[in-house]
Structures are given as C-alpha cells and as structure tokens.
C-alpha cells in the first residue's frame, strides 16, 4: 500500500469513515475511478472521486449532484453500472460516487488495440449500451455524455454504460462545454446551447456506432473545428469510408446522426428497435483504406493484368519479298494485340466500372429506371425500415452510395416503412405496472402518472392521454391515469335546515326527500339517515325527512245536527270528539273551537247540547 501511495496521494485514503481508495483504476474529464473497498459492508468498488472545480463547498451544487446521484441510482438496468453511494467527505473536501466494480476495460481501450469492427460486433456492442440508454430515457434521465470510454467491458463479457446523470450535475458548476461532455460525441444542439433531450443520447449514440465500424469519430482536430462540423455538417454514412456496410445498418447510423433532432429515433428505446431488426442481417466483409491525411476512403478494387508479346527470329534465311510480307503481317499482327491489350486493359481498370446514380427517396421503379440508363440493376433488401422523412415504398438507403463507382453488379436498396407509429392500447383496468409493461413491449413508455377518485378499483387505469387509439412515434410518453378508489365523504347534520340549504351541504351525495306533517316550520329538514358523522361513498343516498308543517283541518259547522251524527264527521276527519249535554237534548247549539277554524288532526273538538 505505501508503494501505491507513493504514485498516487489519495491511495489509502477512506472517505467518510467507510470507503477505503486502494489503486487508480482511470483518470477522466471529471474525476478520477479508484478501485476500492467499503469497510462496513466488506465488498470491492469503484470510487469516483471528482475533480477539484466540483467542490463541494458549493451548497447549490451539492445538492444538484446529490439528485442526480440518486435519481441515478435508481436505474435497474442490468446494462448500467450501478450506483451503491454517494457523499462529501467533509474532512478531505472530495466529492464522490460509489459504484459497482466492473473488471475489464473500456469501449475506448477496444478501439485502441483494434480498431474498426465487423457489422455483427458493432451490432453486439452497441444493443446494451442502447438498452442501458432506453431504460434511462422511459425514467425520464438523459445521460449527456454517451462516448467510448463511458462503456465499460467486462472481463464476464458484460457491456455496462456508466456515469448517468453525471454530466448534468457538473454542468451546475459552470465548467465548460469541453468538461462536460466529450465534443466529438455532443449533439448540435448541446454545442448551441439548446436543452439536451433523448435526442442527445441518440446522435451520440450514432456516433459512437460510426466510430465503432470505421474506427475513428466522423470528425478530428481542434474542438472548434470540429463543433463547426457537427452544427453545420451531416454525418457522412459510414459506407463513405468502409467497405461492406449493410444499407439498413448504414441507414440507421445516418438517421440517428442527423442534426434536427426531429429526424432521428425518439430516443433510445426507438433506436434500440430498429437496431435489434438488423440482428443476423450484417454478416459481411469489410475493406477499409486510410489515406495519410487521416481521412477514411472506401477504395474500389479493380484487377489489373499484363499482356506480355514475345518475337521470335526467323530460323532461316528468306526472299526480300517474303520477308517483306512477313515483316508487314507482324507489324499488323503486333498493331491488333496491342490494340486489343489496351482495350483489354482500359476495360479492367476503367471500362467496366460504371458511376452510381442516387435513387434515394425514388420508388423501386423509378431506380430501376435510373440504375438501368448507368447500365447496373436493382435489388431490393427483403428488411424495409421505418423512416421519418422517407415514405412508405420510397428508397432510404442504397449500397454502393450515390457518386461511387461499381462493377455491373447490381445497387441493393432498401425501402421505408414511412414513419414509425405505435396505437395507443385500450389499457383500463389493468394495474400500472401491467401498463408500463404494455406500453414497454409496444415500444412506447409512461411519462406521467396521476390519480382520482373512482368508482374503478384502487390503483388500477382509469384513462391514459392520449386516448387509446392514438398513433405515437416510438418512445413517445403517455400519461396514465391511475383510480383512487371511491372517494370517502363525511355526512353532515343538517337536522333543522331548510331543505335547499340541506342539499347544498350533502354535495357529492344522492339527495332523497320524503315530506311529511310536522309541528316545525314547511321545508325544514326534520330527520336524516345516514345520521351525521356517517362515511360514506361519493353518490351514496341520503334520506331526508322534511316537514310540511302541522296537519290542520278545517272544523266543520255542526250547529243543528244531531250530536251522533255530528260525532261521526268529527271523527271522520280525524278529531277526538268530546260532548256536553244539558237538562237531555240531542240537538248541537254549539262547537268548540268555532266552526271554519283550523285545528289540528287529532285535537280534540268539544259538541254542547242544550
């Protein structure tokens, strides 16, 4: 350890109480890896120490990193190096990650020892990182700073892509562009400053895959020469410069590279669709040529032949003439081989070469047509890819590219499916995990969850927005809206209140009214079920019980009748009848309370005879 230490002064070190640093590992842009191990949990790691300009001695900043760190850590791609820590080891000043440890080397290391790879590899390597990106991108995280030496190989044969979310978090210092990003891999619109989106990742992405098949980025020198190119120029396809490349292969790369970033995938899940389609379609051989100037050629091989003329002196002696004659038939018979020896020639390295037209965004048979008038013919890759500007039918990529030279063999083309678009499916009803599982395999993803009360079961979809039956571009978000389950209501009392106050306080709740005759005044609620304090459902019914005031009857005039008779109206309409008779008469002289006077049903009316 005290030789270690000699070569580097944070070796030994343990960083808040836990993480002992052991050996450099790698020195990047923003900070350096150590291997190390965590003294508390007993395990190997990796420990990134950042470098001095991200100091934790900015408040602001230290939270910025520490939401990054964590939203980081909570990628569950097996494809992503995974995050176990963060911290601020306030006695030494260091900022750092700790991250899972991956023994092996870099993308970056690979490219180094040897260079350009076949299709297949390239299509091998790049999937996972692809995978480690899309499932950043459905989490709503954008790596920022997608380059070789963020793609760790493992010695198991793992590929892991590692410092999401690192990028973002040192932007927060205000160090420069060429900190916080690589420039050969950063999009035009980081380089313009515009909000970094999906569409950073896949242009980096797409350029990672052009280095990966040619064996250097599209473009070197000095950084400034080299943002102009990516904000002013398009990415060549990368058949430009190697042999052999598959059209849809060659297609991919120059979509995901172009410089709106409308044109290219959506984001890494779309990308990681259509590179999966050319799986067992890029077993080719490629021949790549390098000019001194460090620029990469796709060179035409022409074979080449010599034509050897060999003279013979004549073996006896002959006559002027006939020597004459013969001389002439040689000199004729030299004139044609040599004539047809330059044909010959001019025919193999020239003749039989012919220019290729572009047929890009022509129908089959309009490149037919063209192909043929250059004297080549057309084949057409059974594999069409999705392309947002090409339309369905129309040529996307062609092999050899326009303005290159072929033999008459024939100019393979592949077609587009026009733009890619996924429907909306009809996801109600299911749980949330079972729609981000739908919409995963769709190749579309949950943007946005929300909730509200419903009468659907808790936690399970109520609607999305967009409505099912919406065509999306792949990746796009689609917000899900998750039930909450019947909303709760407390009842209140409203016993005493008039009948109009009582609805409005019971709002949410279904309102039945049953009115009967009561001694309070008409309209005021008398009785109520469920009683107050109750919980209940919103929609629940609600009795209310209102009165209509007394039940008064008008007492009629008996005066005159006979007091039976006048007992049996009484009676009839709902009085208790009471009599007072004198000196034995039957016939009614007078009625208590006065007759036309209202009286309550039930009270009594006293008759008197006299």
Do not use: C
Not at 27 to 34: E, K, L
Not at 130 to 147: C, E, N, T
Not at 327 to 356: I, M, P, Y
Not at 507 to 535: I, K, N, W, Y
């Amino acid at each position: 350890m005290d030789t270690v230490r000699l070569s580097d002064p944070l070796a030994g070190l343990v960083l808040d109480g836990r993480y002992r640093l052991d050996r450099r590992i790698a020195r990047g842009g923003n900070g350096t890896v150590y291997e190390g191990h965590d003294l508390r949990l007993d395990r190997e790691v990796a420990v990134k120490v950042l470098h001095a300009w991200a100091d934790g001695d900015s408040g602001e900043w230290l939270q910025t990193f520490t939401a990054e760190a964590k939203a980081a850590a909570r990628l569950a791609s097996p494809e992503t190096v995974a995050i176990f820590d963060q911290g601020h080891d306030r006695a030494s000043g260091h900022v750092f990650l700790v991250m899972e440890l991956v023994r092996g080397r870099t993308l970056r290391d690979l490219l180094v020892e040897q260079g350009a790879q076949s299709p297949d590899r390239v299509v091998a390597l790049l999937e996972p990182v692809l995978r480690a990106i899309a499932h950043a991108h459905r989490r709503g995280m954008v790596h920022r700073d997608v380059k070789p030496e963020n793609v760790l190989l493992g010695d198991d044969g793992s590929v892991k892509v590692t410092d999401f979310g690192l990028a973002r978090a040192i932007e927060g210092t205000g160090a420069s562009s060429a900190l916080v990003g690589t420039v050969a891999y950063l999009s035009p619109e980081q380089l313009d400053g515009r909000r970094a989106g999906p569409g950073a990742d896949v242009y980096a992405a797409g350029i990672l895959a052009f280095e990966l098949l040619t064996g250097a980025p599209p473009w070197t020198g000095p950084p400034a020469q080299v943002i102009r190119h990516h904000t002013e120029d398009d990415v060549p396809a990368p058949s430009t410069y190697v042999s052999g490349v598959p059209a849809g292969l060659d297609a991919l790369v120059v979509r995901a590279t172009r410089r709106d970033p409308t044109a290219r995938p959506v984001d890494g899940g779309a990308f990681l669709t259509e590179l999966i389609r050319l799986r067992g379609t890029t077993g080719q051989q490629r021949t790549v040529a390098r000019v001194p100037d460090g620029a990469t050629r796709r060179l035409p091989v022409a074979p080449t032949g010599t034509h050897r003329i060999e003279h013979r002196a004549p073996t006896s002696e002959l006559p002027r003439t006939r020597h004459r004659r013969r001389n002439a038939l040689l000199s004729a018979l030299v004139t044609l081989l040599l004539v047809g020896g330059g044909t010959g020639a001019w025919w193999l390295v020239e003749g039989r070469w012919h220019d290729v037209p572009g047929v890009l965004t022509l129908s089959p048979e309009q490149a037919q047509a063209r192909l043929g008038q250059a004297g080549l013919s057309l084949t057409t890759d059974p594999v069409t890819v999705f392309d947002e500007q090409v339309a369905a039918g129309r040529i996307v990529a062609q092999d050899p590219s326009p303005g290159s030279r072929t033999t008459s063999g024939p100019v393979s083309v592949t077609l587009s499916k026009g733009p890619d678009r996924r429907t909306v499916p009809d996801l109600t009803g299911k749980s949330g995990d079972e729609a981000e599982r739908t919409l995963d395999r769709l190749g579309l993803r949950v943007s946005a969850t929300s909730e509200e009360f419903s009468s659907a079961a808790r936690g399970s979809v109520v609607r999305t927005d967009p409505a099912p039956g919406t065509d999306l571009r792949p990746g796009a978000g689609v917000t899900v809206v998750l039930s909450k389950g019947v909303e709760q209501l407390d009842v209140p009392d409203v016993r005493g209140a008039d009948q109009q106050s009582a609805k409005d306080q019971l709002s949410g709740l279904a309102v039945e009214v049953t009115e009967v005759f009561d001694d309070a005044d008409p309209g005021t609620v008398v009785q109520q079920s469920p009683d107050a304090g109750a919980t209940v459902d919103r929609g629940s019914r609600v009795l209310l019980t209102v009165s209509k005031g007394p039940d008064l009857v008008a007492v009629p005039d008996l005066v005159g009748q006979s007091m039976r008779d006048a007992r049996n109206q009484l009676e009839k309409a709902g009085f208790t009848v009471t009599t007072r008779t004198l000196f034995f008469s039957d016939q009614v002289r007078s009625i208590s309370p006065e007759a036309g006077t209202q009286a309550r049903r039930g009270s009594t009316v006293t008759l008197y005879a006299y």
